[in-house]
């Protein structure tokens, strides 16, 4: 059965640079950029893999939708790479400035203008804001299940089997399609590499912009105005470092300092 | 009255300290704002958890019974607790950031058209204005944001181990509603076919007064055999940074950190992980973290207590020995 697959992906600033790099603007109160670099959010490439595989092995569509500015084109142009089949971008100053509630609303609105669709797939949680809502806002929006921290899903004839991983195990979740699901990372789902030849094919696609008059949005819905929490305060945590090291010219001499140390402290 | 609504979740009979833990949230609310608390509670045979619910500080206990929420469901859940919230009329409902919160928290924030607040950390009232106002981690951990609703309804999950659960005063009680569940087969969109549960020998993670982690630097699942040795001497449990559990080396359910666990032991061991933020993350609510690493520049020896800089295995080794010879064990 092929599978029409809707994945959504989110340009961050990289997630991973280490927190001495990292800097907030007072006034807008966002992270700024400097010298790092634009990345697809991190679990949004497990989401990519995962539609890729089951398009690989049931035929089918993948279709990447990102909500974001003129730069989230290389995103998208990465997933084409990746093996996605087409890539849409969602780019309007109306949306520009929407919360988790409003960007949902508008990836449903685009997903619903792509068409039929079998899966929609998310990251568990984005690298940056990282609210894991945006996944269970959309379906509702679209009124299709949802099923959130998928690391694996199987097809056959029109249903689907999801792998729910849970604080002590995993569910095997039975749903029939239309669904959504979050995709969390394992050892089965780690992005792929594209080729040189596939990176030059994404080059020379063309990946439509759509605006706010496209998806006939309710002006209600998005921008700044209508959240309806405001973000107040972005601010670095103070971190004070005081590490004891401990001493010892050989491991053993260190294990013993440290276990030594560790019951001087009552910890074990 | 309006005030704030919990969902109280239960496992093995039981309440789940998870439940506990937004119980808390819920009675400082009330503190603060003077608003009672109600719990929800959903599944079956649940009369027993009522008079527990109201030790722990509910003023209302929203019972809902029915054959579908025998187990955890989304639809099912998102669609009761939204029935409930309709009786109830919360101004706040609180869930715990777990895998039942944080998928039924957006569902719900969306059928009553709230405000969302994910994974606060904190809250109280602004001294100026006298308004709400929530604290969380956000940007991976390397920022904290504030939060102020604009308006109510709104739906909040609390990060877990941020709050301590509340202490139980004996013989308090409150006001029982059984919730007419109205909730058909047809309803549910998603079923749940099989439940796989990993063994635990020893403590479970997010309880352990002892964790003892392992990362990259570890670099395979050969390592963990030596890390769960060492657990077991000293009676922890086993966690993972992403590295480990996306290799495949333990499986995901061990992982520590934004995306997995958030842990508070007294101990926090970690073996050959760098210390990323969103790791770190998981266990701010550490009291004492050890660094093992050969790389005296990582960043986990910023956060840590006490730091060994050296090869993780042959420290490891040794302490397992060592711990054995302080220990008696
Ligand atoms: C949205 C998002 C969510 C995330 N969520 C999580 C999460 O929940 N949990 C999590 O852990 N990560 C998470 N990450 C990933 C995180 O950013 C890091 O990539 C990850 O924590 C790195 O794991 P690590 O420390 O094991 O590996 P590395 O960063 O590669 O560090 C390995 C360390 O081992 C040391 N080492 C190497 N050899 C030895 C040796 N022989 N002995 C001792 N030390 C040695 C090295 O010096 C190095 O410091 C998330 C990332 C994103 C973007
Ligand atoms: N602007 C966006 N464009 C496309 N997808 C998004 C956007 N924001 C969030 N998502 C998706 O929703 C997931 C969870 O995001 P969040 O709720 O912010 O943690 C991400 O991993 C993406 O798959």
């Known amino acids: ?268 | 009255m309006p005030g704030t609504l919990v969902l109280a979740t239960t496992e093995n009979a039981g309440l789940t300290r998870n439940a506990l833990e937004v119980l808390a949230g819920g009675k400082k609310l009330r503190a603060l704002l003077g608003e009672p608390v109600g719990a929800a509670i959903l599944g079956r045979e649940l009369s027993a958890h009522v008079p527990l619910l109201f030790a722990y500080g509910a003023d209302q206990v929203y019972r809902a019974e029915h054959q579908l929420l025998e187990r955890y469901q989304g639809d099912a859940f998102a669609s009761v607790m939204h029935q409930i919230c309709q009786r109830a009329q919360p101004n706040m409902v609180l869930l715990a950031g777990d895998s039942i919160g944080r998928e039924v928290g957006p569902r719900l924030a969306n059928r009553l058209k709230a405000g969302f607040v994910a994974d606060f950390v904190d809250f109280d009232l602004e001294a100026a204005s006298g308004r709400l106002r929530f604290t969380r981690q956000t940007y991976g951990g390397k920022a904290m944001a504030v939060m102020q609703p604009k308006a109510f309804p709104v739906v909040a999950t609390a990060k877990l181990r941020a709050m301590e659960p509340p202490t139980k005063e004996e013989g308090r009680t409150g006001e029982e509603i059984v919730v007419d569940v109205a909730l058909e087969a047809s309803q549910l969109k998603t079923r749940v076919l099989e439940k796989i549960q990993e063994e635990v020998t020893g403590v479970k993670l997010e309880d352990a007064k002892i964790v003892v982690s392992g990362g990259r630097g570890v670099r395979g699942p050969e390592g963990f055999k030596v890390l769960e040795q060492l657990a077991q001497v000293i009676k922890g449990a086993v966690g993972a940074s992403r590295a480990a559990t996306d290799a495949g080396w333990v499986p995901p359910s061990w992982q520590v950190g934004q995306t997995g666990k958030s842990v508070s032991p007294d101990l926090y061991l970690a073996f050959g992980i760098s210390g990323a933020t969103q790791h770190v993350a998981g266990i701010s609510g550490a009291k004492n973290i050890v660094a093992i690493n050969t790389d005296p520049e990582a960043p986990i020896y910023k956060v840590a207590q006490l730091g060994v800089v050296g090869d993780w295995k042959a420290v490891a080794t040794k302490l397992i020995e060592s711990c054995k010879e302080l220990t008696g064990r």
């Open chain 1, 1 to 268: 059965m092929p599978l029409n697959i809707i994945v959504c992906i989110k340009q961050v600033i990289d997630p991973e640079i280490p927190a001495s790099q990292f800097k907030i603007d007072p006034g807008t109160k966002r992270q700024v950029q400097g010298s790092h670099s634009l990345v697809i959010s991190a679990y949004d490439q497990n989401a990519l893999e995962v539609a890729i595989q089951l398009k690989e092995k049931q035929g089918g569509k993948v279709t990447a939708i990102s909500v974001g500015a003129a730069t989230a084109a290389t995103a998208l142009k990465s997933a084409l790479s990746m093996g996605a089949d087409e890539a849409i971008l969602v780019d309007d100053p109306a949306i520009a400035a929407s919360d988790q509630q409003g960007i949902a609303y508008v990836l449903a609105k685009a997903t619903q203008k792509v068409g039929t669709f079998d899966l929609v797939l998310t990251g568990c949680v984005s690298g940056d804001w990282g609210d894991r809502a945006v996944p269970a806002f959309m379906a509702e929006e679209l009124g299709i299940g949802c099923v959130s921290f998928v690391s694996r899903i199987e097809a056959k004839d029109g249903q689907v089997v999801l792998r729910r991983v849970v604080e002590d195990g995993y569910e095997l979740i039975e749903a029939k399609t239309p669904v959504l699901a979050s995709v969390i990372s394992d050892d089965t789902n780690t992005p792929r590499y594209p080729k040189l030849k596939d990176i030059m094919a994404a080059g020379k696609k063309t990946i439509p912009t759509w605006k706010a008059a496209d998806l006939v949005l309710d002006p209600d819905r998005v921008g700044s105005g209508a959240a309806r929490v405001a973000i107040t305060d972005v601010y670095l945590p103070l971190k004070e470092s005081k590490c004891e090291m401990i001493k010892g010219d050989t491991p053993q001499e260190q294990a013993a300092n440290l276990a030594a140390r560790l019951r001087e402290l009552k910890l074990i």
